[in-house]
């Protein structure tokens, strides 16, 4: 009997531990990086890497432990360019590969991260208002 099940993509990232690993080489390139790292100068560290954890297993098909603000609201008046968000995916692309995560399922991550560019920038709020 062949096994016909496929492993999800939350199981493909290591499920907790290995989204929390992940999370954790995120924010040590963000705040690395001289452009992004004072977003953070005001965020408890500890909280919003929870909030990322739990927000990156939800849309990876974990479970949906994210009680956060809505994005649209966490994000806005925060002045995050469209480039800004790029280089988090940036370095979200090399957490995962730095944590052994697969090409196929670092290009999952991104495609689920990228519809949210207008929402963490405020690109809708501005379409709208034009």
Known sequence: MTDTTEATLYQRLGEGAGIAAVVDGLYTRILGDETLAPYFTETRMVDQKRHMALFLAAAAGGPDGYKGKDLGVAHAG?????EDFDRVIGHAASALAEAGVDADAINQVAGALMPLR???????????TA
């Open 78 to 82: 925060r002045g995050i360019s469209g």
């Open 118 to 128: 207008p929402v963490i920038t405020n690109e809708v709020a501005a379409e709208q």
